[in-house]
C-alpha cells in the first residue's frame, strides 16, 4: 500500500487479546514493528503513523485522538444498528415441536455440516467443520432460537430460525448474525436436514 507518496509494505497479527503490525519503508530503509496486548487496530496504528511522519518528515499530526474519534464514531453507530436491529420477544410462546425433534444434522453447501443436539434440557449447536463455532441454544420466540457462542470474541450470537414442513418437520434452518460488527456472516447460510 501507499502512505503518501512512499511505497509501504506491512502485515498484521492476531492472538486473542493480542494485535500486532508491521510497516516497512523499503525506500527508507525503514521497518517498524508494534506489538500490543490489546485488540485495538488504531493502537498499534498510531504509533506507525505517528513514527511514519517523524521519519519522512511530514507535519506532526494527533493519531491517538485521530484514531479515538474514528473508535467512537464506530461505536455510537454500532449502538444505534444495535438498537434497530432489537427484537422484543413474545414471552407467551413456545416452540412448536418437542426440543428434540429440532436436532439433527443440517447441511448447507459452502459451511458444510452443523449438529443441533439436545443435551438434558438444553440444545447445543456446532459446526462440524469450525469445531471453535459452538453455541448453546436458547428459546426466544415462536420457532426462533438464540445462539450464544461460547467464544464472546466471535461475536457471533445470532438468532436461529427453523421453518417446518405442514407435516411438522423441519425444512430448513436460517442464521441472523444479531451484532452488525460481527465479522462473521451466517445471513446468506440455508441448512437442509441430512436425510437419515
Do not use: C
Not at 502512505?3 to 498484521?12: A, D, L, S, T
Request: hydrophobic share 35%; charged share 25%; aromatic share 14%.
Amino acid at each position: 500500500y501507499n502512505y503518501k507518496q512512499y511505497k509501504m509494505v506491512g502485515h498484521g497479527g492476531a492472538l486473542d487479546g493480542f494485535v500486532s503490525q508491521i510497516a516497512m519503508v523499503p525506500d527508507l530503509n525503514l521497518g517498524i514493528a508494534v506489538f500490543t496486548n490489546q485488540e485495538y487496530t488504531g493502537a498499534y496504528y498510531s504509533v506507525i503513523y505517528h513514527l511514519l511522519d517523524y521519519y519522512m518528515k511530514f507535519p506532526s499530526f494527533d493519531w491517538i485522538s485521530g484514531y479515538k474519534n474514528r473508535e467512537d464514531s464506530s461505536v455510537a453507530r454500532t449502538k444505534r444498528e444495535q438498537k434497530k436491529n432489537i427484537i422484543v420477544p413474545d414471552v407467551n410462546t413456545k416452540p412448536s415441536l418437542p426440543l428434540e425433534k429440532y436436532a439433527g444434522i443440517y447441511n448447507d453447501k459452502l459451511i458444510g455440516d452443523i449438529s443441533i443436539t439436545k443435551d438434558n434440557n438444553s440444545m447445543v449447536l456446532r459446526f462440524e467443520q469450525s469445531p471453535q463455532l459452538v453455541a448453546d441454544l436458547k428459546h426466544f420466540q415462536y420457532d426462533t432460537f438464540i445462539a450464544h457462542f461460547r467464544n464472546k470474541d466471535f461475536r457471533a450470537d445470532s438468532y436461529l430460525t427453523f421453518s417446518l414442513n405442514p407435516d411438522g418437520s423441519v425444512d430448513e434452518v436460517k442464521m441472523k448474525i444479531i451484532d452488525p460488527d460481527s465479522d462473521l456472516d451466517f445471513d446468506s447460510l440455508r441448512f437442509k436436514p441430512v436425510k437419515k
